[in-house]
């Protein structure tokens, strides 16, 4: 098996899981902080997003499908146009919020078509490219795929938690 269909296949998992957790589920619960601060499935399902799109748009020099597919403007959150979420306070996680699982889920499918576009190209040999100079030591592109991936997968295990949380708190 070539490294890059091993990719494929975890970026595929992620939207498995994203699909899993937001598919269905009232826009209440997708919303709701689980505690005072704690981020909200729709964020945390946001923010990954933001982060492999901005990520992997980065490392193979294509534009983001946030402002190209207007996904920023069907969100409408308010936040600076390329925000990706990292060190928001819980005023802004509570700006991202939605009427639809399906604005999430379609936002990751977008996100998700352009990463396996971007990945059935690869080579080994591209995978020791360096994307990223301001790290020692500086991250290749193999690196940052699998940072994305490591990142996604925490971070939909989150969302899955907190939505399951209202459930179990109604047994």
Do not use: C
Request: glycine share 10%; aromatic share 8%; charged share 20%.
């Amino acid at each position: 098996m070539h490294a890059k269909d091993i990719l494929i296949d975890g970026f595929s998992r992620i939207q498995e899981e994203v699909h899993a957790v937001v598919d269905g589920v009232a826009p209440e619960v997708l919303n709701a902080s689980p505690a005072a601060g704690a981020n909200s499935v729709t964020w945390l399902i946001w923010h990954l997003t933001r982060v492999q799109d901005d990520h992997v748009a980065d490392a193979f020099g294509l534009e983001q499908v946030w402002p190209s597919g207007g996904w920023d403007k069907r969100f409408g959150l308010g936040l600076p146009r390329l925000d990706t979420g990292y060190g928001h306070s819980p005023a802004k996680v509570a700006k991202v919020r939605v009427g639809s699982g399906d604005l999430l889920s379609g936002y990751y499918d977008a996100v998700h078509a352009q990463t396996l576009e971007a990945l059935e190209g690869v080579t080994a040999k591209d995978l020791e490219r360096v994307v990223d100079e301001r790290w020692e030591p500086p991250v290749t592109l193999g690196v940052r795929l699998v940072s994305v991936l490591s990142d996604d997968l925490q971070h939909v295990g989150q969302a899955a938690y907190a939505r399951g949380l209202p459930q179990s708190a109604a047994s």
